[in-house]
């Protein structure tokens, strides 16, 4: 028998042995369809003659930038000839049914995100000593501005405990063809993906080093900013209706200071209240138009709204607040169901919503894509009870050092019973309340 059968042999084994529900074929075969799908995506993808080894050789941890909903297809890619296990959060779960069925046929690790789920850490290690290796996101979400967020301290002690070689698999250009932001699917950018591997930690060093120089390693190897990138190497994407849906991410109008007063048409954002127009163009830059004022890029327009919320929040009594319409799971665990409108307030303490609804309509549609979901009220179908659970919900701010949410359009929190997306119903509102539960936290935390 060759020393690759036998080794192979050894791998199937190891999987039987610590008892993971695991399918090696369905693996292979999920892994070999991205790596079909890859080159449709304009997928391109580099790795070191180290990665290949320790894809040959055994398990690892492998962690990665976080671009866009279409990141599986390119990391996937790369990990193809290896056994491989995703951490996914568990949002992920709704926010496309047939996301339901692939991670649940899959076996993924689900995580509830922004807390510490010890189970979750407990499969990571079964599977990593069942020899196949585990896949992580350590920023926890996707970035909607395209820069890399901030690395949680606690992945270090998670690569200390584990023990296991660390592989880190760097994205560029990913949200440059279908940003967070995006309206619509079929409007995806051309445009080069690409997609570098390569080892960052032995499994020795994983233990002689401290968490500290870890964390910095780890910060280091993933560290990106897709807009900034994009302009200083002259890279196009090129599409339709390319500045579509640009206002939810960017709320504030740098001419007159008017926050959520931005409409977007084909490549134009316009000012409603103060009529500044700028233009996205294919090579990644904000311009004016005539004696418009604008900002270079978007992660630059971006920044400059976190330190206005920041400024704001320093002033102290913070609040804000907004009607929305509160989704949680369904029954099948493959999307959300209507739950109730209602008011959604942020202070210096507290994310709350509170709704009046004794009933909701039985009926209520929900249209799902990714980074994306509508609704339908069928007011005619009759009504049922809210249940008392939902009347009143709150989230200490103190625990959240950001959240998860479709820029402008929702927000997505969970405690031990529920997920909950909160809709906005009538501003797009919150990329304001991502910057500012960030900024009191961090204010919180020094």
């Not at 896949?135 to 690569?159: F, M, N, Q």
């Not at 004016?288 to 978007?298: A, F, M, Y």
């Not at 809210?386 to 479709?406: G, M, Q, S, Y």
């Amino acid at each position: 028998m060759s020393e690759k059968s036998v080794a192979k042999d050894e791998k199937q084994l190891n999987i039987k042995k610590n008892a993971v529900p695991f399918s090696r074929a369905y693996s292979r075969f999920f892994l070999g369809l991205c790596r079909f799908i890859r080159p449709f995506l304009h997928g391109k993808c580099t790795q070191s003659a180290a990665f290949k080894k320790q894809k040959k050789k055994g398990a690892m941890l492998v962690i990665c930038n976080h671009l866009s909903a279409y990141d599986f297809i390119h990391f996937s890619s790369a990990m193809y000839g290896a056994p491989l296990n995703f951490v996914v959060a568990e949002n992920m779960m709704y926010s496309v049914p047939i996301f339901a069925k692939l991670l649940s046929g899959y076996h993924a690790i689900t995580k509830k995100q922004y807390f510490a789920d010890i189970h979750c850490i407990m499969n990571i290690k079964k599977y990593l000593d069942a020899g196949v290796s585990v896949l992580i996101c350590p920023e926890g979400k996707v970035a909607a501005d395209g820069v890399t967020g901030a690395i949680v301290p606690s992945i270090a002690r998670l690569v200390q405990w584990l023990g296991y070689p660390v592989g880190v698999v760097k994205m560029k250009g990913a949200s440059l063809a279908r940003p967070k932001w995006a309206y619509n699917l079929r409007f995806i950018r051309r445009g080069k993906v690409y997609t570098d591997c390569d080892m960052l930690l032995s499994a020795e060093e994983t233990k002689s080093l401290k968490k500290e120089e870890i964390l910095e390693k780890i910060t280091a190897a993933l560290a990106h900013n897709e807009h900034k990138w994009q302009v200083e190497n002259g890279i196009k994407f090129v599409g339709k209706r390319y500045a579509e849906g640009l206002e939810r991410l960017l709320y504030y109008c740098p001419k007159c200071g008017a926050e959520f007063e931005n409409r977007s048409h084909d490549d134009r954002m316009v000012c409603s209240h103060c009529g500044n127009e700028i233009k996205y163009t294919f090579d990644g830059k904000l311009e004016p138009i005539g004696d418009s004022v604008s900002l270079e890029r978007i992660d630059l327009w971006y920044a400059k709204q976190r330190e206005l919320v920041k400024d704001e929040v320093a002033k102290g009594g913070f609040t804000m607040s907004d009607k929305v319409n509160l989704f949680v799971e369904n029954e099948k665990n493959n999307g959300y169901r209507f739950v109730a409108e209602g008011v959604l307030k942020l202070d210096e303490n507290s994310l709350s919503f509170d709704t009046d609804w004794t009933q909701r309509p039985k009926d209520v549609k929900s249209k799902y894509g990714v980074n994306c979901m509508t609704y339908e009220v069928n007011e005619k179908a009759g009504f049922e009870p809210v249940e008392d659970e939902f009347r009143h919900i709150e989230f200490p701010v103190k625990r959240c050092d950001t959240v998860a949410n479709l820029p402008g359009t929702a927000i997505d929190m969970y405690d031990d019973k529920h997920v909950y997306r909160f809709m906005f119903a009538e501003r797009s509102a919150s990329t304001k309340y991502v910057l500012a539960i960030e900024q009191m936290f961090k204010n919180g935390k020094n």
